[in-house]
């Protein structure tokens, strides 16, 4: 007779065939899990180096800046000009537009510092049983004060949405009302209020990236102790 293994149409015991199945299942969710892990690892390490890019490059140059703009453009206010109206409409306060541009910009910076910096400092608390209390507490104030400048961010841009409604609303009023004076008084008012509120948020964005650069570096061995994370998992610091 033929030895076991060259019978024809022979088939290995169903136990048998489960038992491989099993290894070669267990194998691919073992190296699943294990690319993963390289990958979130990966991904945390890349947060945690921009993270300390910003805090020890970017901040102190973004708060010299913000600072240099704001002495600039506070001594602007005598070029803001009244609109001129036509039978089709009026065009946009240019100087205006430009100031929130400008901002709309630096607005944006700080919303990715913010969101970069409090994801780093998130996944480096450490894990329940080695917390020292102290450390815990300090970085979950800088996260805590992270999401409310981000929330400040976002409240100055719904503000510039604002602005261009109201200030549509009356020029469609002054294109029906030409012959009121005061409707097209209101307009200019509304510009340089605008244009005063945009100078207190180029202070107050400086003054958000001062205290945040302040508030870090003053707890720097503390915060900043980044390091590369091990096979823990990331999610877990």
Avoid at 171 to 189: A, C, G, T, W
Avoid at 190 to 198: A, R
Wanted: with cysteine; aromatic share 8%.
């Amino acid at each position: 007779s033929f030895p076991l293994r060259c019978r024809k149409n022979f088939r290995a015991p169903l136990n048998v065939i489960m038992s491989k199945k099993h290894k070669s299942s267990s194998r691919d969710v073992s190296e699943q899990e294990q690319k993963n892990k390289d990958e979130m690892k990966e991904l945390t390490d890349g947060l945690g180096v921009k993270a300390l890019q910003i805090v020890n490059c970017e901040l102190p140059g973004k708060v010299n800046r913000v600072h240099a703009l704001y002495l600039e453009w506070s001594q602007k206010t005598k070029e803001i000009t009244e609109p001129v109206y036509t039978e089709h409409g009026a065009p946009a306060n240019k100087f205006v537009l430009e100031f929130i541009e400008l901002i709309r910009k630096e607005i944006y910076d700080l919303l990715s510092y913010a969101d970069t910096i409090r994801m780093m400092v998130t996944l480096i608390i450490p894990r329940i049983s080695d917390q020292k209390q102290l450390d815990v507490t300090i970085k979950e104030e800088l996260v805590d004060m992270l999401q409310s400048s981000k929330s400040t961010a976002l409240g100055v841009l719904d503000g510039f949405l604002k602005y261009f409604l109201a200030r549509g609303k009356l020029v469609s009023k002054i294109l029906k009302h030409p012959q009121v004076e005061d409707l097209r008084n209101s307009v200019r008012e509304l510009d340089e209020k605008q244009f005063y509120v945009l100078n207190g948020v180029l202070l107050d964005l400086r003054n958000v990236f001062s205290v945040m650069y302040d508030h870090i570096k003053k707890n720097e061995d503390k915060i900043l102790h980044y390091q590369p994370q091990s096979d823990h998992n990331p999610l877990m610091f």
